[in-house]
């Protein structure tokens, strides 16, 4: 059974950092390509950040550039989002996703996770 879980979400202020973490199984973890996503309340989900399955490759969205930082660990089967400087503008519900291809689309990722969610006040 594959499960990807997602932690790590909070509460902060505008200027505030968190770091997500997603935990993936019962697949191989290595071998996809891993990705975020996001959505705001009344919002379509929107690519966030990915990467390849040997971390190598970096895609980010250009309004978290910068500031948001994507990584992985094989070893752990864990995906992480460092996100540092966040604005109100960041507040949504954080997922993680599993493809076989490294694309920003996200209907090309098999496998997703519930979701975090992460509040940024003004």
């Known amino acids: 059974q594959v499960q990807l879980v997602e932690s790590g979400g909070g509460s902060v202020q505008a200027g505030g950092r968190l770091r997500l973490s997603c935990v993936g199984s019962?697949?191989?973890?290595?071998?996809?390509?891993m990705g975020w996503f996001r959505q705001a309340p009344g919002r379509d989900r929107e690519f966030v950040s990915s990467l390849d399955f040997g971390g190598a490759i970096t895609y980010y969205a250009d309004s978290v550039k910068g500031r948001f930082t994507i990584s992985r660990d094989n070893f752990k089967n864990t995906l992480f989002l460092q996100m540092n400087d966040l604005t109100p503008e960041d507040t949504g519900l954080y997922f993680c996703?599993?493809?076989?291809?490294?694309?920003?689309?996200?209907?090309?990722?098999?496998?997703w996770g519930q979701g975090t969610q992460v509040t940024v006040s003004s």
């Open positions: 019962g697949y191989s973890f290595g071998q996809y390509a």
């Open positions: 996703a599993a493809g076989e291809v490294h694309t920003r689309t996200q209907t090309e990722y098999k496998y």
